[in-house]
């Protein structure tokens, strides 16, 4: 798109990281691309926030102290962020892609370049990871005043763990479809679709990839506690109300958790990035590219 793309001077550095280091750096990316990143973030959550508000908004609906808390649209909510988060991050994935090579990613290149990918983005998350499935699971409920064991229980948790037994062994399919832009499906065996591109990249690393899920599941969970703890913290002191209202659980409350799903889509990338490194030693393609193009410019340039 007539960018000037340098693969040996990469804005985050290319090389072989733990999972501590991984989660640090996440921190660090987080604060250099704040804006930005908020921004692609955003446009991955604030659809899925409406229609999450038309699903569950009844849930909520008005309550007093001495009912307690909407238990069941906390629920409910929760299990729905969590299916939705990857979705979410599929424009902030793709604003980190364009950001590791170049300085000023444009994010109107990133939307237009999700746009493009919005087939096969929906076929993985919606139809395959069970997005779709959730919402339809919501809706045979919807106006029902109490809670459905078979349905809110059994077949929602059962949808849950499918999908989460696809992200701990099948984290980086977001990264897949849209960095490397494998087709779905192919009748030429020479071609890397997205399955076997995912077979090829998670196969050797099961047991790892599984373990950084458990561990990113709890970091998880203490993350949205403490961020909304925070607010919550915030909002007793400026309001000397220490009640948990309307605006507190229906808005900020999931606030808390695409805030932490923002953070999780940074990890995952550059894990993505560690793990190319680590099984295909990607540092060393990015610099024979990098002399590749640069031998090809002055070629150029000579025959000019």
Known sequence: EGRNVQFDKTTIAVRQRGMLDTLDLSLHVLREYAAP???AMLLGVVPLMVVN??????MAGPWDDEAGLPWRFIYHLSLQIYLQAPLAGIFATAYLGDAVFLDEP???DVIRHVVRLLPRIAWCHLLVRGVAAGWVLLLTTRGESEFDPAVEGFL???LVGY??????FRPFINEIVLLERNPLRSQDKRVKTVGRRSGELHGASGGE???RWLFSCLLGILLVL???????FVSGVIQQDW???TLLVQYLLPLAMWMVACYFTVFRFLTYLDARIRQEGWEVELQLRAESSRMAKEGGGGAK
Do not use: E, F, M
């Open 37 to 39: 990143l908020a921004a």
């Open 53 to 58: 508000y038309l699903l569950l908004g009844w």
């Open 106 to 108: 444009r994010l109107g």
């Open 156 to 158: 929602l948790l059962s």
């Open 163 to 168: 999908a989460s037994l696809l992200r701990a």
């Open 209 to 211: 990839w599984i373990s």
């Open 226 to 232: 403490s961020t909304y703890g925070s607010i919550c």
């Open 243 to 245: 009640s948990q209202g």
